[in-house]
């Protein structure tokens, strides 16, 4: 009996042994292919376990999202106190939509796991503080984000409002938006109406989940002309006194071009053509300083290129100048022809104007705090490079200020304050034409630079620039 | 697992809670008493019995304490319980050889308590395992499995011979006269009922298995294994064409990713998968993993929740702790000069390794999923109480062993 006994206990070795060899498939060798099983929620479960930092206002820190504790598997929820006013800005978090906005180019911040090891964070740590994220200062002011939200209105556009002198974007607005909410399908919600509403948002033609103040892309007509202008006096082919002539139109290679309306100016200054926006003048202007140079100083500005942000952007866009011919290149100078731009690019070259040349990095958050409110990192201002001389500057500025007081662009006029701004009546495949103003103010200490664009609006200086108009009053009434 | 039950607290609420302590206090208190239970009424007992089931109970208490702290508690209290059960049988039931004049009631017995559930049962998780009395739920199977290796070691014991010889050769195998068979297709018979009135697939295989492995002990016939076998997989075969609920136990064992079950049949296997393979080596720590993901964690799939938090590493301790008890259980069965205490030993071992293996088997998907616990570890009263009484049973056992062979020795020295 006791042989039979050795070979019971022999079998059941073997069976234990293939527990432990099995188990080391499953645990080590198989494993991830296992927990990348899209059925596997731990992951998610892991990162809502993390009470996400908020994401602030400049202004007196007001949650633009917060994170609520649902006491459900996935426990900490995102909440967007204002609703859609901010959408653009955080974006959203959601465990059944992902990720958009700062929320998904600040996660590690936010959930707190920043690969800089700092003394501080790692006293963090060891005290427990580990599902605790750390909170985000963004640069937008609730008051000029609100401003503009109300100005704009109805409208579809986009509104970008910056410091000239640190890049700073202090609003940032496009309509029609979303209620970032909405993706949040936390316990408690209606469930059925939440998933309606968000299938109704990516059903809507004017897309309310796209970005256009940093993504949608423009043809910028008008406000182009101060980059023309900015080259052209900046290389020294014009001067704001040089004289020309506008016939109404110019005949380029044996094509004609026509001013808008089909408008003659006659004999004016380079000045004068910029205030009354004359398309023939700035066609001359574009041929006498040629392809390249006009093409080299739009990509300083930051055209062909992604704009550094903190979001990720669309690079604006103008023609190669070895593909450029001069017929191109006239359409080109007045903003036509392949010239497309964000707001985003455009508020960029109305704030390199105002801070005398030198453009800013934008950008949007501030400063990182961890769950104490200490700042943990400091978002210095960071100077991108010098586009113009600041005389160039300086002339620009004045021409611009002379296109608000006597030109296209009077409906931005602020009592007591000089705005320089420039309009923008792009013409566009179908329909009326997209409206545009890029401005700021004051005129020789600026402090904030606005640009605006109404799709289909009609006239700039009709329906871009009372916006502006309004953004401008509230930033300047409200900062410092 | 005062080590383990503060770092529980520390991962779970941050913060060390004294007052808590008090139930690993108990439970260490209680096994010392056994400790000096054992000492004094069968010194010469194994002494790694006791301490490695005492470690897989308190494995199993911290896990539990994890879990579902409630159930921590009454935990501890059916340890308290089937502690007493413990020195009960240490203290009356020394001579264990009485219990083999009893063979037929114990037999009578464990049939009755299988079958009880089958008419006053409680379903419970889709299998009738369960009968409730006032607010207890017991869970008759747990006490019948050792009641029925009482029952088929005293048998064997006093029959195995008579299996042994042939009388008639069927397709030149011998095979002993027909009537010997009859055991053979009762026990066939009870184990297919189980499967097909219980709809408890882990049962039916526990007790076929302990069955086929006695009686391979008592006769040394292969051929009773295989036939044993091929009419067990027979049987199982059928039920699988008739039942659907051993069709789910199967395709989920092949698939269990299957988009279109995981998110109900296969919901179990694949969650205690994830739970295993998100542990890796050392686990992730305590009451830092999800474990609470699996249903009947602190039951069935405890071992995957012991996978996932202390890892391969913990996992296979656990399974070296069995392959232990295995091991020193097989000891004392060899110790033995009489066939009833060899079989008896043989008989209780079983129960563990095969126990153990298809529920550790079945949540890593080594083989197909059935519902039992794991012994020792496992939350649950009946399956401590059983349990218990089969561990003062090996003690009694191997004490005897002991000292059966000394005295043996000192006779032997004396002629």
Redesign the interface.
Known sequence: MNRQIKVLLSVFLIIMLAIVVNLSWVQIFGASKIQGNGFNKRRLVQEYAIQRGDILTADGNQPIARSVDTGAEYRYQREYPMGALFADVSGYDSWKYGRTGLEQSYNDALLGRDSTLTLRSLGNRLLGASKKGNSIVTTIDSRIQRTATEALGKDVGAVVAMDPKTGAVLAMVTNPTYDPNVAVPSPGKDAAANQAQWDAYNADPHRPLFDRAINGLYPPGSSFKVVTGAAALDQGVVTADSPFNCAGKLVVNGFTIYDFGRQTHGNLTFAQAMVVSCNITFAQVGLRLGAPALVNYAQLFGFNKTLPFDLPTTASHIQSAAKMDQVELASASFGQGQDLATPLQMASVASTIANGGVMMQPYLVDAVQDYNGKIIEQNQPKKMRRVIDQQTAGTLTDIMVKVVTSGTGTAAQIDGVDVAGKTGTAEVGNGEPDAWFICFAPAQDPKVAVAVVVENGGEGGVTAAPIARNVLKTALRVLP | MFLGFISVQLAMD?RIMPKQLAVPAVAAAIFIVLHIVMRIFVPSADGLLLPIAAALTFLGLVMIQRLDSKQALYQLIWIAVAAVCFILVIVFERNYESLAQYKYILGLTAIVLLMSTMFIGKEVNGARLWLQIGPMHFQPSELAKVLLVVFLAAFFAEKHELLTVSTHRVLGVPVPELKYFIPLMLMWGVSVAIMIFQKDLGSSLLFFGIFI?ML???T?RKGYVIVGMAMFALGAYLCFLAFAHVQVRFTTWLRP?D?KT??NKSYQI?QS??A??????SGTGLGLG?PT?IPSVTTDFIFSAI?EEL??LG??AV?LM??LM??RG?KV??SHRD?FG?LLA?GL??II?IQS?LI??GV???IPLTGITLPFVSYGGSSLFANFILLALLIVLSHRGATTNVTSIRQGAKR
Do not use: E
């Open positions: 941050g492995s391979y002990a008592a040394s990713f988009p995981i998110g694949s998968l994830f295993l393979s998100s542990g890796g080596v999800h993901f996978g890892g391969l996992a296979a399974v069995y392959v295995v091991a097989i069965a060899l066939d060899k043989v071992v079983s390794a293996f550790m088997g890593t998907r080594l």
